[in-house]
T-cell receptor, first 114, second 110 residues
Framework: ETGVTQTPRHLVMGMTNKKSLKCEQH?????MYWYKQSAKKPLELMFV???????ENNSVPSRFSPECPNSSHLFLHLHTLQPEDSALYLC?????????????FGDGTRLSIL | SQQGEEDPQALSIQEGENATMNCSYK?????LQWYRQNSGRGLVHLIL?????REKHSGRLRVTLDTSKKSSSLLITASRAADTASYFC??????????FGGGTRVLVKP
């Protein structure tokens, strides 16, 4: 148990569907992150929220839309995805926003686009 | 371009042996972190080493950092089957974000 819970664990969707990934952290952390992990590629940072404000947006296509309603919850809304978006999406949190902070990861959502 | 690169990409050892993997990076860093990822799971933080530190230990793990060579190593001593996982280094090179390497896949055979 890492203290970071992601749901669903697996998701299969068509390119025209709309779905959302959910992340919840029970660690009292102030920063939350979305990463994309594709086969044979390094982990890619997508978004960072610090105290519920987006502080990093790494040139992610607009078909990915993050939402952070409070410091414990983070969502990634998906619409009109492409086959190359199939990947493991990982959520993480840290005590504060900063690269000197260890990050705590959830177990990810395995996303498959048909 | 990716900041940290692990070497080797894959490593197979017998239980009880030591495993060593390396991470090289291109520009100066403030700190470097190592993470482990078991199959189908998220990453787990192992050790953070700051740029003014040369070595850190945590249980059976030993991390070294050589800023003159822009490299770090992770040593797992007396490996166990449960150490089978992918290991990633992550560097901070600018601002507040970490950049992860491609990882080393370690297989510990019983």
């Amino acid at each position: 148990e890492t203290g970071v819970t992601q749901t669903p664990r697996h998701l299969v969707m068509g390119m025209t569907n709309k779905k959302s990934l959910k992340c919840e952290q029970h660690l009292g952390h102030n920063a939350m992150y979305w990463y994309k992990q594709s086969a044979k590629k390094p982990l890619e940072l997508m978004f960072v929220y610090s105290l519920e404000e987006r502080v990093e947006n790494n040139s992610v296509p607009s078909r990915f839309s993050p939402e952070c309603p409070n410091s414990s919850h983070l969502f990634l809304h998906l619409h009109t995805l492409q086959p190359e978006d199939s990947a493991l999406y990982l959520c993480a949190s840290s005590q504060a926003w900063g690269s000197n902070q260890p990050q705590h990861f959830g177990d990810g959502t395995r996303l498959s686009i048909l | 371009s990716q900041q940290g690169e692990e070497d080797p990409q894959a490593l197979s050892i017998q239980e009880g042996e030591n495993a060593t993997m390396n991470c090289s990076y291109k520009t100066s860093i403030n700190n470097l972190q190592w993470y482990r990822q078991n199959s189908g799971r998220g990453l787990v933080h192992l050790i953070l080493i700051r740029s003014n530190e040369r070595e850190k230990h945590s249980g059976r793990l030993r991390v070294t950092l050589d800023t003159s060579k822009k490299s770090s190593s992770l040593l797992i001593t007396a490996s166990r089957a449960a150490d089978t996982a992918s290991y990633f280094c992550a560097t901070d090179h600018a601002g507040n974000k970490l950049t992860f390497g491609g990882g080393t896949r370690v297989l510990v055979k019983p």
